[in-house]
């Protein structure tokens, strides 16, 4: 990725796509409600989530401003108890239910990716 116009510098002017015209983004608050609006619409329209989102945000922000390590921490751990076959918790009822969650989340996102490139690699 190159240099970000989106900085962590609030307030800034971007275009929100929800509305179509640009709107200043006052703090990560601001943010949020926007990605949540796209979250919703892009529900509501059928679309794929993951990527609905991802090729949205840089219209009004920089990916790395949503990067958090408890997020990478999350995946790490997903990708170590999917590789060794392992659960993160001795037992399903021990495991809360948030980790449950967003390794449903991780795993949706996962096999939408893997979906695509085998359609890609069939053409």
């Known amino acids: ?18 509305t179509n ?21 892009s529900q509501k ?11 949205q945000c840089p219209f009004f ?15 790490k751990e997903y990708n170590y108890c999917k590789t060794f076959s392992c659960s993160p ?3 399903m009822q021990e495991t809360p239910s948030y980790i449950v969650d967003d390794f449903m989340i991780i795993e949706q996102e996962y096999n939408s990716c893997v979906n695509k490139e085998e359609k890609n690699v069939k053409k």
């Open 89 to 91: 918790y001795p037992s």
């Open 45 to 55: 329209e059928g679309y794929e989530l993951g990527k609905s989102l991802y090729s």
């Open 1 to 18: 990725m190159g240099p970000s116009r989106f900085k962590d510098e609030y307030p800034y002017k971007a275009v929100s796509l929800v």
């Open 61 to 75: 922000t920089d990916y790395e401003t949503l990067l958090s390590a408890k997020h990478q921490t999350t995946i």
């Open 21 to 41: 015209k640009k709107r200043v983004y006052e703090s990560i608050e601001d943010v949020y409600e926007e990605i949540e609006k796209l979250y919703s619409i």
